[in-house]
């Protein structure tokens, strides 16, 4: 039975340290192929028409012009008379044609009748909502440390007792808080280019899913999945939103087949924006109450949000208040159900909108007690409740935040809310956020095989969402076999690989380095077996290192890497690594992460104009594979939350319904100039990397929003309450208007 | 985008003989940063496109004591390094505020000035003046007019060198169909409201052409743009100033204050220019100029903020004119 | 600061000594007078004449690429995007937008950084066009290896324009301070957030090489 382990703290040679990404020259030089960028001999190039009317029926489609037009061989209805159409984009039909314009002309030429219905898009006004009969209550609860007596009336109790509780405290602050919904908007658009092969179908997909779409397009074009193969070489970004098919890619293999040809269909950038995902919204009204020191004693919530039509959308409650969590707390949630895309996983589901929303309201008591911010966090990590392998994460929270508070130099730069020097109309301030995230190991298997010259091959159905699956994947196998990055050729991007994890949930570095260890390791096995009989020494006495095959004691009995794979004779030695979550016992990966993040800004009083001056993100990971391409997740992470604090929201127009800024030039998006100075920690003391690999892609895209909100309320004295923070809603703000 | 004929003619007068006399048949492609994607998006379905960037009489920068002359099609990373152009700060300020080195390598000064407005009910196919204004009034007007918005037009002018052009008392040279047709027309004539969807921004018909714009010699005049800008890149501003002053013995003698993006033209500020006359310039002049320039600004429901952006932006651009710190990020 | 004192309006006749006179929307009433339309003027027997490219079918046309002319079918709505991605098989450039925005499909024409989606095909005849293959191959561009060793890169969608970008940039600019290239390169957008790592990557060209 082998010991799957990693090596000792500090005795890795490959993994931990600092490595180029190996396919790094293919995407910097236009070599590496998207989904978008798969041509094929024939290809016909779809377009989709969507519903300009976000709430409608449809009465007819008429699609006989459309078909006339020049360059146009199929045209497919996707929705029919009586359909309702519950948000704008919505596709109704697709024409396929000689080349994109053609196609996109022939959209033009198709005729649509709708029965317009009533429209309701806004998130943020919660009365307006309920007057719409647009809310369903999502979910109430109530918790109070005290226990009422046996013949008290529980419900009854509870109420009264977190009343009590806010009469005590010495300091209450009331509330309001919020975050705009905003979109993936992956730089490479949803879509495929689908083939066939008479009744086989080859899906060239932009996903986050390999392993896991071939079946979605097998059961509704009536093959069976083992027909059907899902390649990805290189996906342009997904940050939850490409785990799906989806309609479009069925309907591209359904254009395929019935024109014969290749079909590719990659949704327009609007497109994309309107019907292919979103983040919900989060709006809360907050009454929060603390001791003296700042401590929260007692919470009490109502927020809302939307994820489009549906009647479950928002931020999930369980997450709120978050990370921090008193004793006493009543939170209630509400789902706006609006005329509006609907959301799908969005980079960290649910938690950065409730750090928004809640720890802005932590930093308001810091505020009104006159406090330091940092006081009144390290005071509430008594209230932390996430735990990593079953201890509270207090403990690496007040670590985080000394590492962080000295990287941003807090203590000499603080100053009370408000209370800052103004230089011209330009005010600074400081704030801070933390978080939380799971980011264990999910289901992989990776495939090995070691051929008699030498050469590494790993085969993994995974995918390269940016994270750097191929280098972390190779730098796992290197380390056990003891060889340069470069030895290892690494297979992912196709279903008929093994099966590995889908890309969400920052799961994907702990999955594929289970398997791939576990694959190594046992690869490693077999070989040291034939090197052990040859060298005449015990297996265990063995070890790979430098490119060789050496016994441990006396480092000059040894083979080469090459010389120790010819002993395996004529057929390659192949060996698959499984993982299993829950099944499989494991220390090479664990779960549960902190990380701690600090914002400067510094803002013009005057105009509104909120600019990063510096931003420090302290995170642990467990053990870290490659630091370099950690650390670029980390900078991501920040930017992305730069991003969606100070910039990008879905703006739709009250009356029609519509998503009007749904093209690049109307969605604001930080620019290189607008990022300030970043520094990113990676925190791992031995004990981090003795729990194994743990997922980064998402956590450090948490603490951003509140950070920044926190920073702004410290420079400025007042609350901008909703996110993003643009110029108007500083100013509003600062009027004393609605934000 | 719909199919066209095209043509690339290589003097003026070819470029008049191909340009229809009808609005919308023919179109104008310079550098094509406006016009192709208004193309895909089918909110320009031109039968004709006559690109006139092989006429090699619209390109370039020229000075002599009359002042300076400018082919419609030179581009903006041009102007930037012409030293023709270092006495006009205002407008390569206004270009430095375009940060994006493609669309400066790419844009040209005619298309500039003549580039549909970004309004997003306009973009979104809803029409210029959809719904008789109303679409904008009820809708999400955050980024829309605070000045001459009583009409169906609430959109903003697009363009961001206008406001400086303005400032300086540039002029254009448009010509036309015979050569009685070629005017020199002072730059803030060439921009209008339209009263209705077939009319563009400014008073060219269909069959003319922008050929040259002429700015008089700045030498004494001190000048400047100031725009408010949410964050870098080539996002338009929230609202901008460019001031144009003549100051002797350290008192003002003379102003041009110019507002963009706060009304459907550039919108020169008479009160402000009234406001600074005569007073040296420093904090307490310009704020005034700043509060004068938007008493009478008539903001809707959403853009009440513009009101503030447009008085700190004539207060910076006077205060950057004369030397001086903005008091904002740069 | 609010009270400060406000100025007097000087007496005399201002408005007579401002530049201008009106307000934009008030001043610009005056329409240009329109000459005679398009058909007098194709009687002029001076006019010179211009080819007109039908927009029905295709027209082959030659671009020079990468230093080599091939010959492509185009539209006249054709983009140098549409033909370099399509007929070339040259897929570095990437579509993102359908304007300048994203920086995305940045391409070098005659020396200057452009974006090929806004250029049409037919309008490129006769120009030096480089794409980021050119920065490529056996021997990479020193940009593209310091993009690499700075891991400017995640999903890599936007990476090819904004490798371009940086080429161009710095052939301009090679001196470029940390400051110049934070105020020089906003015309690319990356969603997964590389620009700390572009920067550095944009550096390291300066200073020569590798750290």
């Known amino acids: 039975m082998i010991s799957y382990n990693w090596p000792k703290y500090g005795e890795s040679s490959v993994i931990g340290k600092e490595h180029d990404r190996i396919d790094g020259l293919d995407k910097a030089t236009g070599a590496a192929k998207y989904t978008y960028d798969i041509n094929l001999e024939g290809m016909l190039f779809a377009k989709m028409l969507g519903s300009p009317h976000a709430h409608c029926r449809i009465k007819s489609i008429d699609t006989a012009a459309a078909e006339k037009m020049p360059g146009v061989r199929a045209v497919k209805t996707l929705k029919e008379p009586g359909n309702e159409i519950r948000w704008q984009g919505d596709a109704l039909a697709v024409v396929a044609a000689d080349t994109e314009a053609a196609a996109a002309a022939a959209l033009e030429k198709i005729k649509v009748e709708y029965e317009m219905l009533d429209v309701f898009v806004d998130d943020q006004d919660l009365e307006a909502a309920e007057e719409a009969k647009r809310t369903n209550g999502a979910g109430e609860d109530i918790h109070v440390e005290m226990e009422p007596d046996p013949d008290v009336d529980e419900d009854e109790f509870n109420v009264m007792e977190l009343e009590r509780q806010f009469k005590e405290a010495a300091a209450v602050v009331e509330g309001h808080y919020g975050i705009s919904v905003i979109t993936h908007m992956c730089l490479e658009p949803h879509g495929s280019t689908c083939v066939w092969d008479g009744d086989k179908l080859i899906a060239y997909l932009s996903t986050q899913n390999v392993s896991g779409t071939a079946a979605q397009f097998a059961t509704p074009l009536s093959i069976t999945a083992g027909d059907v193969t899902v390649k990805c070489d290189f996906i342009g970004g997904g940050f939850g939103s490409k785990f799906a098919a989806d309609a479009w890619g069925v309907t591209c293999a359904q254009l395929a087949k019935e024109t014969g040809r290749p079909v590719k269909l990659m949704l327009d950038r609007d497109q994309e924006l309107k019907v292919a995902g979103c983040r919900p919204s989060g709006f809360i009204k907050v009454r929060i109450g603390a001791d003296k020191d700042g401590l929260v004693t007692c919470w009490d919530s109502t927020h809302w949000g939307t994820g489009g039509p549906k009647d479950n959308g928002g931020v999930n409650k369980g997450t709120i208040p978050y990370v921090m969590v008193p004793k006493n707390y009543r939170r209630k949630q509400i789902a706006v159900m609006t005329n509006t895309g609907e959301d799908r996983a969005w980079r960290a589901p649910n938690h950065p909108q409730a750090c928004a929303m809640s720890q802005t309201a932590l930093d308001d008591i810091a505020a009104k007690l006159g406090l330091d911010s940092y006081e009144v966090f390290l005071k509430n990590l008594d209230n932390a409740t996430p735990k990593k392998l079953g201890q509270s994460m207090a403990e690496t929270y007040r670590e985080q935040m000394k590492i962080a508070a000295k990287l941003m130099d807090w203590q000499s730069k603080w100053h009370p809310h408000g209370k800052g020097q103004a230089k011209g109309d330009v005010v600074t301030g400081l704030g801070m956020a933390l978080h939380t995230w799971g980011g264990g190991a999910a289901n992989s298997n990776c495939l090995v095989k070691v051929h008699p010259d030498g050469a590494v091959e790993a085969y993994l159905g995974s995918q390269d969402l940016g994270t750097g699956t191929r280098t972390v994947i190779a730098s796992v196998i290197a380390e056990t076999f003891g060889l340069p990055l470069s030895a290892v050729k690494v297979n992912i991007g196709s279903s008929a690989y093994p099966v590995s994890n889908p890309s969400g949930g920052s799961i994907t570095v702990g999955s594929v380095s289970e398997s791939s260890r576990r694959a190594s390791q046992e690869a490693l096995e077999g070989i040291f077996d034939k090197v052990g009989k040859k060298l005449g020494v015990e297996v265990s006495s063995l070890e790979a290192r430098d490119g060789r095959i050496r016994v441990k004691d006396d480092k000059d009995n040894s083979l080469s890497w090459q010389e120790a794979c010819r002993l395996l004779g004529m057929n390659p030695l192949e060996v698959t690594g499984k993982y299993e979550p829950g099944k499989t016992k494991t220390t090479l990966s664990s779960s549960q992460v902190g990380g701690v993040q600090m914002a400067e800004v510094a803002v013009d009083r005057r105009t509104g104009v909120v600019k990063m001056k510096k931003f420090v993100a302290v995170q642990d990971m467990g053990l870290v594979i490659n630091p370099k391409t950690a650390k670029s997740q980390m900078y991501g992470a920040v930017i992305m939350g730069i991003a969606y604090s100070l910039f990008e929201e879905r703006i739709m127009d009250r009356k029609t319904g519509a998503f009007v800024n749904a093209e690049l030039a109307d969605y604001k998006l930080p620019r290189l100039g607008d990022i300030g100075e970043i520094i990113v920690e990676i925190y791992q003391p031995e004990s981090e990397y003795e729990r194994g690999v743990v997922g980064l892609g998402e956590p450090p895209v948490i603490s951003p929003g509140a950070a920044i909100s926190n920073a702004v309320c410290n420079a400025l004295g007042v609350r901008v309450p909703v996110l993003p923070l643009t110029p108007k809603r500083v100013l509003d703000a600062l009027k004393g208007g609605k934000a | ?330 | 600061m609010q009270d400060h004192e406000h100025p007097q309006r000087p007496d005399s006749g201002f408005s007579r000594r401002a530049f201008l006179r009106g307000s934009g929307a008030a001043a610009a009433a005056t329409a240009l007078a329109t000459g005679p339309g398009l058909a007098d003027a194709a009687q002029n027997q001076n006019a010179q004449k211009t080819a007109v490219v039908s927009g029905k079918g295709t027209q082959q046309i030659k671009l020079t690429v990468n230093g080599k002319s091939h010959q492509v079918e185009v539209e006249t709505r054709s983009t140098l995007l549409d033909v370099l991605r399509y007929q070339l098989d040259l897929t570095g450039a990437k579509p993102v937008s359908i304007d300048e925005t994203s920086g995305a499909c940045t391409v070098i024409v005659d020396g200057k950084p452009v974006s090929a989606n806004t250029l049409l095909a037919v309008a490129c005849v006769g120009k030096r066009i480089q794409t980021v293959e050119s920065l490529g191959g056996e021997r990479p561009d020193a940009v593209a290896t310091a993009f690499v060793h700075n891991d400017a890169m995640q999903c890599g969608f936007c990476t090819p324009g904004f490798v371009v970008a940086v080429r161009a940039f710095l052939d301009k600019n090679p001196r470029a301070t940390e400051a110049e290239i934070r105020k020089g390169l906003n015309g690319n957008i990356c969603r997964c957030g590389t620009y700390a790592n572009v920067i550095e990557a944009a550096l390291e060209v300066v200073k020569g090489g590798k750290k």
């Open chain 2, 1 to 330: 985008m719909k199919a066209f004929d095209y043509a690339a003619p290589t003097c003026e007068a070819d470029v008049l003989e191909l340009l229809s006399g009808e609005p919308g048949e023919t179109e104008i492609l310079a550098g094509g940063t406006d016009l192709v994607p208004l193309m895909k998006k089918m909110l320009a379905t031109p039968d004709r496109v006559v690109n006139i960037m092989e006429v090699s009489s619209l390109r370039g920068v020229s000075a002599d004591s009359q002042g300076v002359t400018i082919g419609a099609t030179t581009t903006l990373d041009d102007l930037l390094a012409a030293p023709e152009l270092d006495d006009y700060p205002a407008i390569k300020q206004a270009i430095e505020g375009i940060s994006s080195m493609q669309l400066q390598a790419q844009g040209t000064i005619g298309g500039e000035l003549c580039q549909r407005p970004r309004c997003w009910y306009f973009r979104n196919g809803y029409g210029l003046l959809a719904d008789r204004g109303r679409l904008v009034a009820e809708g999400d007007s955050r980024y829309h007019a605070i000045f001459g918005n009583e009409g169906p037009a609430k959109f903003v002018h697009a363009s961001r060198l206008a406001p400086a052009l303005v400032a300086l008392g540039a002029k254009l040279r448009i010509v036309g169909p015979t050569e009685d047709d070629e005017v020199a027309l002072s730059i803030e004539e060439f921009f209008r409201t339209p009263r209705h969807e077939s009319q563009r921004e400014h008073v060219l018909s269909a069959n003319q052409l922008l050929t040259h714009i002429i700015l008089p010699p700045a030498s004494g005049v001190a000048n400047a743009t100031y725009e408010v800008r949410h964050g870098e890149g080539p996002d338009y501003p929230l609202a901008a100033a460019a001031a144009a002053v003549r100051i002797d013995g350290g008192l003002v003698t003379g102003a041009n204050i110019v507002l963009g993006h706060v009304a459907p033209t550039p919108w020169i500020a008479l009160r402000a220019a009234e406001s600074i006359f005569g007073w040296p310039i420093n904090e307490q002049t310009a704020r005034a100029a700043g509060e004068a320039a938007v008493a009478d600004a008539t903001p809707l429901k959403d853009n009440g903020y513009k009101v503030q952006l447009a008085a700190v932006a004539v207060e910076r651009a006077l205060l950057r004119a004369a030397g001086f710190e903005t008091g904002g990020f740069e």
